[in-house]
């Protein structure tokens, strides 16, 4: 983690000035894209050892992959290998251009969606205004993905996945957006990393020895956020679109090879990329109380922040991912017909009443 | 369709009215699509063909065969002792319980009786591969409905009773313990204590199944009210089993039949449900399994000494004659018309096998379902896939 941490804070203190490292244009481009693929790909690979392989076995009574490297570390190297050497289909009455483009699509909205998280008080790939505006909009581009994806393949279980996608993704992009207000409203700011700030100085009661992390005031937007994370990465209770025991696959049926691979890792990106911004939006994101080092802003806060703020990041995702994993390996599915149910007449009524609750509140208090 | 409750009325009436409403509000195209032959919820090679609108069932029709081996045709040219082996492979998840109906069927033809010992440890061996075949249907439940932690608990205590039947009979799938006059030989030392630790092992897995499972409110949303088999539509069906005891007909061949049997030296329940839903399906077969342990528990206590097997002949010739043998399997009846000319095998065999019957109604059960419902009844229904192709 050390080493994806050293890269994120180059990313990062390319922007600053103080340190006086002069770097070109192309340079900083250069590193921001190596620190973006390091910020998606090494949680991505982690989530899947730590959760996929070896919590959901242990979970089951089993050990999980035990042979390639030590307990099994190697494994996804192994599968990654697996699938690159296998064939690549196209079926033959896929649209094949789209076809492909397909899993692209999909990956491209984590990583557009990486770019606006904070790491550290220097080391972001972008640091503007409109940031959580920025996540929610980018975060929908994964649907367009997975709706062409099954309309492309030509079959009717990847048509159905896809058709069941959009409508879930669609339906549950609202009560994510509407959980996120509450933070917006009580920070009074879009910018990701001010709402890091304002958690980190702010206090409870005159009491600053916590801060005032989000998840305490604003815990119903906290679940309500959580269950719409839960829908949107297509997971366990709401992974109808995958929905292996009745649309096979959904709309990566057709899908092989290093196609395959893509939208397997675009799936734990995305887990990977929501739990951080959960952890920025709710639990404080990179910064640690700042009373305890006596700073009161931004600019107070130390140099080697800039270090130990990824690696608290990556700590506070590894806890929202263990939650939305633990969620995954346990319940049963929902039915579409529910799903929407519980979307329209139970987050969204609720997410609505704690967007009244928090303005009233703001103002008041 | 008379005397039905309200629950059940409206249920099929909404059936019907689904059936109408289509096509009506909006002029859609439908799309037929094949599940099956291989698909995840099939179990198999079952084939589901089915008509849809939007994810609404309009028709559906099962179609059965593509694992069809014949067995009544060869076990015409095979000797009765031999045939044990085939019919082992009906409903591959309970096998011993395949064997026992079939000897009995040729035993009550040579008016042959096992002695009390072997009545016993056969009660025992049919109870415990229910078990067996049961536990998984708990677990595979989970799967169906997308919860994918249960099955692997289901694996794991079945392998406890797998480990049982393999060290009374040496073999853990296909035991071909069962002979015409008895069993093949007595029970191991040590085996009864340790399956007493086992039941108590199958007892808590049934706890953890029903905290897992049944509690869930997911899990009842998705099985409540879905899939619905009035009283006597099951009736009409030929339902058998625990389909037709969850749709409130108290009907159970262990306690029904007067067969050479130990269940009646048992104390235990037959458990019922008035719902007729796929919740009430998976509900009665849990309890099933929990009144299945209670049984091998009180046999394992008063199995009598004695020999296992009774005088029969080496070379065994069942006289002249028919006869019909039908027991309670744990997918429902299983029964086996057993026609000889007293040769070294039977002349005909006709095998009556549980599943065959129950999938008979999915054309009438699946009409105005959404497709995620479609497997929530396959595998409520429980069926398997050598049990309906034989």
Known sequence: ?365 | MTLLGDRERLSYIAAQAADSRLNVELETEGMTLNIGPQHPATHGTLRIIARLDGEQVVWAEPSCGYMHRGYEKLAEVRTYPQVTTLVNRIDWLGSFANEVPFILAAEKLMGVEAPPRAQYIRTILFELSRIANVSLFLGDLGVQLGAITPVFLAFRDREYVLNLIEAATGGRFHPNFDRIGGLKDDLPAGWVDETRSVTKKLRRFCDEIEDLLFGNEIFQSRTRGIGVIPRDVALQYGLSGANLRASGVDWDLRRDHDLPMAWKHAQWKVWTHPDGDSFARCWVRLQEVREATRIVDQLLDAIPAGPVMAKVPKIIKVPEGEAWVSTENPLGEMGYYVVSRGDLGPFRVKIRSASFNNISIVPWLLRGVYVPDIVTILASLYFILGDIDR
């Open chain 1, 1 to 365: 983690m050390s080493a994806g941490a050293a890269v994120l804070l180059a990313a990062g203190v390319a922007h600053v000035a103080s340190l006086a490292v002069e770097v070109p244009y192309w340079g900083q481009s250069l590193l921001r894209v190596l620190g973006g693929a390091v910020a998606v790909l090494l949680p991505a690979g982690t989530i899947v050892y730590v959760f996929l392989f070896k919590m959901m076995s242990f979970m089951q009574s089993r050990l999980g992959p035990m042979d390639a490297g030590p307990y099994g570390s190697l494994q996804l190297v192994a599968e990654v290998g697996k699938w690159l050497q296998k064939e690549d289909i196209v079926p033959e009455r896929a649209d094949a251009r789209i076809f492909k483009i397909a899993p692209v699509v999909v990956l491209v909205s984590t990583f557009l969606l990486v770019a606006v998280v904070p790491f550290g008080p220097d080391a972001w790939f972008t640091d503007f205004e409109g940031g959580v505006f920025y996540a929610l909009a980018v975060s929908s581009i994964s649907v367009l993905g997975i709706l062409i994806a099954g309309w492309s393949s030509a079959n009717k279980y990847s048509l159905l996945g896809g058709l069941r996608a959009a409508g879930q993704l669609i339906a549950y992009e609202l009560p994510m957006v509407l959980a996120v207000v509450g933070v917006v409203i009580q920070a009074g700011t879009m910018n990701l990393q001010d709402i890091v700030v304002a958690q980190n100085a702010g206090s409870i009661f005159g009491f600053a020895g916590l801060g005032n992390p989000y998840v305490l005031t604003q815990f119903v937007g906290f679940v309500v956020f959580m269950i719409a994370v839960q829908a949107e990465l297509t997971q366990a209770p709401f992974d109808m679109p995958i929905a292996e025991s009745e649309l096979v696959s959904g709309y990566m049926t057709e899908y092989s090879g290093f196609r395959f691979l893509i939208f397997f890792i675009g799936e734990f990106a995305t887990a990977g990329v929501f739990a951080m911004i959960a952890s920025v939006l709710f639990l404080g994101g990179w910064g640690v109380p700042f009373a305890w080092f006596g700073w009161t802003g931004l600019d107070d806060v130390s140099g080697w922040m800039n270090l130990a703020g990824p690696v608290i990041v990556l700590t506070k995702m590894m806890l929202v991912t263990f939650l939305i994993m633990w969620v995954r390996f346990s319940y049963p599915r929902f039915r579409e017909d529910q799903l929407q149910k519980f979307a329209w007449k139970v987050l969204i009524p609720v997410s609505l009443a704690n967007i009244a609750v928090t303005s009233v509140l703001k103002v008041a208090v």
